[in-house]
């Protein structure tokens, strides 16, 4: 289960004070243009994460914040651009599992917040824990990735009903019980750590977010919560049915269209374009 997105395009004005501020312009054009300005503030977003995973605050993402942003108008010009804008900052961005866009005066304030009760700075540590029991020495790309899918499945039970905390790596990193959002944005952590290119991608028409990691040259698929499934007795299943394949080679995986969300072919023009210094 995805949490769904909030929107209020309107034009009321609101008095909003900006924890972090990034104004672009540009002709609101498609994510798979890879000169949209809207990449290159993807790109922005992701390298600050990359850059201070030890530091979280800079993301202003403890328990109950609400992080601010301001963009141009011509990137998030109706309800459509704005579904497939927040899809692309959920992507590279792991640490909010709530997000709304207002307009004010012209430009739109994107709100996200991370409604879990932990702050992502105790994530981190759990993730930086576990990979260190995990990651050895001399390990190759893809075992690394193994462990990391392993160790998430491991530790964690599939629950609907656990609250805003399923939502959330805190899910899986304190309480042991998330969702797909869950799943997937530890994942993005953990991938992050051992420094393999990773997004998260969300799919409106299967209401359920996954991974996309660069390995050997290309983006393959990888789904820990699908791996982990929900069994009738309920018997803990640790599977490798959606653990490094190829995008569309999975009869239960769909991508949206560009009418609904972001495309495969958007997310792999975000993932090239935002990890263009090292793939």
């Avoid at 804008?85 to 307009?103: A, E």
């Avoid at 932990?118 to 462990?147: F, N």
């Avoid at 919560?225 to 769909?254: A, E, M, R, W």
Wanted: glycine fraction near 4%.
């Amino acid at each position: 289960t995805m949490r769904k997105y909030s929107y209020n395009i309107t034009k009321k004005m609101s008095s909003l004070v900006m924890a972090s501020m990034f104004i672009l312009s540009s002709t609101a054009v498609s994510f798979a243009d890879v000169r949209d300005s809207k990449l290159e503030y993807l790109r922005q977003l992701n390298t600050e994460f990359r850059r201070n995973i030890d530091s979280v605050d800079t993301l202003d993402s403890n328990s109950g914040s609400r992080w601010q942003m301001q963009v141009d108008a011509d990137l998030v010009k109706d309800r459509k651009e704005a579904t497939r804008f927040l899809q692309g900052v959920y992507s590279v961005v792991p640490f909010f599992n709530s997000m709304s866009i207002k307009s004010s005066g012209g430009n739109y304030s994107i709100n996200l917040q991370n409604m879990s009760s932990y702050d992502h700075s105790v994530v981190v540590d759990v993730a930086k824990q576990w990979t260190a029991e995990i990651i050895k020495d001399g390990m190759t790309d893809t075992q690394k990735l193994r462990a990391i899918h392993d160790k998430i499945i491991n530790e964690t039970v599939y629950d609907a009903s656990s609250g805003n905390n399923a939502h959330s790596p805190a899910g899986v990193a304190v309480d042991n019980r998330a969702v797909c959002d869950g799943y997937s944005r530890m994942f993005t952590i953990m991938a992050t750590l051992v420094e393999i290119p990773v997004v998260q991608v969300t799919s409106n028409v299967m209401n359920h977010a996954f991974n996309l990691v660069y390995i050997d040259g290309e983006w393959l698929l990888v789904d820990a919560t699908y791996d982990d499934p929900v069994t009738s007795n309920g018997k803990q299943v640790l599977k490798h049915d959606y653990f490094l394949i190829g995008p569309t080679d999975s009869k239960k995986h769909k991508f949206d269209s560009a009418q609904n969300g972001l495309t495969l072919e958007d997310y792999i023009k975000i993932g090239n374009y935002i990890y263009q210094d090292v793939i």
